[in-house]
Each structure stands twice: as structure tokens, then as C-alpha cells.
């Protein structure tokens, strides 16, 4: 087992908790877990479980770890926060605040999960999951929301409505900062590809970063996911590639403020993602991500790690100093490299 006096003490380690049961998470053995491995704690929240979450933020507060709030909203208001539902999300952002100021239980940050709507990024993951046969029916009702989701964005009402999202968005990290609350925001890859003052990919996606002036920006980039829902177009090595190329671009894109989130080793929202085939190739995802000069990684998250234990395998792979990566450039990669900057270069004269 790796102890926190042996790990890098200048990279933070944080960890995803939305698929563990609040009873699960604080059982003593999973508090001395998050303990031992000085990891910080990224609990999701609910609207139907706003009651159960200060006494969970207080017992993981009393045993000396950080704990930031996820909030999430229902499925069928897109989960996640967007121009779509800006209103909603700020609305449970504050409510999630009244709730753990009354129980005397406040959070050491807010995470914002900055993510096109939750029923869009399914009909995505249907397309691309290699696991689910394609039926005609599947394959239309994909082709149908994916063709809603592309063209939504290009309509003139878009445009207006990403404005606003930006600015209620933007007005609610500032409410938290005047608790002095840490804010961070969870985000796409394609988001790092934005030059500064630049927000093309941000309102195609409906999720506003730069104008929220977040403390911390982790893009997601889950190898599992790159790999798995490619169709067989990208291999391990090439999402070896892509999660180093990535990992340079967050870095140089969001500097001292840059995260990166790696996974998954268990699955999330739908149920069925990709995840790791060993603690191996999290431990060499973890180098790769340390090597871009990253100092904050976040894990997904610690219900796979609980679940596909022992634990201390997964936790040794994520916060272990002793790996150095050698990642090899491939062709697919130097391709798609080469057609995301086309492509951001291509929607920025729209």
C-alpha cells in the first residue's frame, strides 16, 4: 500500500463518489480508506437527497478530509449543468447551501459538472458503444437526437440562451465565493481545444467554463471511454496517445487552474461505460497524467473501487509516484489531432 508520506505531495488527489450509497460511504472502513490514501471527496448529491447529505458531509469533515458537493440535478432536466437548465442548477446550488449552513455542515467546495443534457450524451453512447447492436430502431431514434442535439446549438435563440446560462452561471460562483467556497467544474476534452477568449466549443456544448472564472477546470479524460466507444477505432495505445496529447493541451489551456479526471473504474450515469481491465492501466493513465505537470488528478469513482476490489490495488495505481510513461504517438491519433483543430478552426467563423 502506498501512504500519503510516499506519494507526490504536490499533486492533490481527489475521488468521484456518485454511484456509493451515502450509508456505504461512511462506514468507518471506508472513511479510514479515504483517510489513509489523504484523498479528497467528491460527493454527488441529489435532489431527493438533499436531507440525507449534511450529517455525511460532517462525518467525513471530522475525519479531516475536504469534501466538495456535486450537485445533480434529475435525469429529465438534463442531470447535468448546461444553457438548458442554468436556472434549475443555480436554484439547487443554493438550496444545496441552505441545506448544509442549517445542519451547521458547509462543504470546502462546489463542483459544477459542466455536460451537454443527460438524455443528448445517452443518444451519444448509444451510437458508440460497441456492446449495444445496432437495431433500426436504435439506430434511428440515435440518429434522430444526435441530429437535434447538432443543430440546436446553430439556432440564433442558441446563442442568446448560452449567454444567459453564462451569466446565472457566472452570478452563482460568485454568490459561493462571497461564502469563500471553493468552485470547481468538471468538463469535456473538446472544451480544452477553445483558444482564450474564445467559447466555440463551449456554446456548441451549452456548457459555459471561461466566463465562470472557476478555482479548478478537470477535463475529463477517461481512456476507458476513448477506447470503448470508439467501435473499435481507437485502441489502448492510441487512447494512450490521446489521453497524453490531451493532458498537455488541458495544462496549457487552464494552466496553474488545469485538472484532469481519469477513468472509469466502475460505471456512472448510464449504467455501462467502459472501465479499466486492471489497476495496470489506471496506474499508467495516472503517470501520464502526472508527467503533463498536472497537480490535481480526480478518480471515477470510489464505487468501482469498492466494487472491483481490493481497493488498495486501484488507490496504490491512482496515487503511486513510481511509475514514468512512455506513450508512442500513432497515426489515428496525429489524424484526429489534426481534424479537431480543422474542426474548432471551421466553427469559430459560424
Known sequence: MTTP????????????????????????????????YALDVVVAVRPWQMRELPPVVRILRDAGLRVSVWPMLADDDGRWANARNATAFATMVRAVCHALDAEKSPASEILFDLEPPFGEAQALTVATDSKRPLTVSRVRS????????????????????????????????RELGDRDMRVSSAVWPLVALDRPAHDTWQSLLGTPVDALVMDRVSVMLYTTIFEGWSRGTVRRRDALALLAAACDRTVRRFG?????????????????????????????????????????????????????????????????????????????????RRMARMATWALALR
Open 256 to 336: 496553474a487552474r488545469a485538472g484532469i479526471s481519469l477513468g472509469c473504474v466502475g460505471t456512472g450515469a448510464f449504467e455501462d461505460e467502459p472501465v479499466y481491465r486492471s489497476p495496470e492501466e489506471l496506474a499508467v493513465d495516472a503517470a501520464v497524467a502526472r508527467a503533463s505537470g498536472c497537480t490535481e488528478l480526480s478518480l471515477f469513482d470510489l464505487g468501482g473501487v469498492l466494487s472491483r476490489g481490493p481497493a488498495e490495488a486501484w488507490l496504490d495505481a491512482f496515487t503511486s509516484p513510481n511509475l514514468e510513461p512512455v506513450v508512442l504517438q500513432t497515426a489515428r491519433v496525429f489524424a484526429a
Open 5 to 36: 508520506s510516499s506519494s507526490h505531495r504536490n499533486i492533490t488527489h481527489r475521488i468521484y463518489v456518485e454511484t456509493l450509497p451515502y450509508d456505504a460511504l461512511v462506514r468507518p472502513s471506508t472513511v479510514a480508506l479515504l483517510r489513509c
Open 142 to 173: 440515435s440518429v434522430v437526437a444526435l441530429a437535434e442535439g447538432a443543430i440546436a446549438p446553430l439556432r440564433p435563440s442558441a446563442r442568446r440562451s448560452f449567454e444567459r446560462a453564462k451569466a446565472i452561471l457566472a452570478n452563482t460562483v
